[in-house]
């Protein structure tokens, strides 16, 4: 949601930017004609300008936001693509590990109520960490897929 209004916001943001340049131009010329006082235009020049400067700083934040948000999804969509090409995994290759793992970051172990934890993040290429389920969101998940396999064999 954030990305698609700062996408908005960065084609309306340019856009006036353009439409300052044009109100500025035009405040001038009536400002040489006679049109406009001197301190009038002094005050809509100096307002548009202020204005210009804001927009023309977020332009460049906004882009790069986007741009970011633009990579994450592309490596996201990557990663997708990986895990559709193998759909029922038999057997755990060292093969499929290269592909799909960037790296495992191993931490030392821990006691906790007597018994040896130790905590393992994986790394999956292009996308990261990948949040953990909890067990009822992986009941969730499991009772999902169970409902539309069976939808799918129905139909």
């Known amino acids: 949601m954030k990305t698609l209004i700062l996408y908005y916001s960065y084609g309306g943001n340019t856009k006036r930017i353009a439409e300052i340049d044009t109100l500025i ?7 040489a004609s006679g049109k406009l006082s001197d301190e009038r235009y002094m005050t809509l020049s100096t307002s548009y300008e202020e204005e210009q400067q804001t927009l023309k700083a977020a332009v460049p934040e906004i882009q790069a ?4 948000e633009t ?11 990986k895990v559709k090409k193998i759909t029922e995994l038999k057997v755990l290759t060292p093969e499929l590990i290269h592909e ?3 790296k495992i ?25 990948l949040d953990e389920l909890t067990p009822e969101e992986m009941e969730e998940s499991f009772q999902k897929s169970i409902a539309e396999r069976k939808k799918t064999e129905t139909a």
């Open 71 to 81: 990579d994450k999804t592309v490596n996201l969509q990557q990663f997708i693509r």
């Open 25 to 31: 131009q035009k405040i001038y010329e009536d400002n």
């Open 65 to 68: 936001y986007l741009e970011t």
């Open 100 to 102: 799909f793992v960037e």
């Open 105 to 129: 970051v191993v931490y030392a172990p821990k006691y906790l109520d007597g018994r040896r934890v130790q905590n393992v993040d994986i790394y999956y290429s292009g996308v990261g960490i």
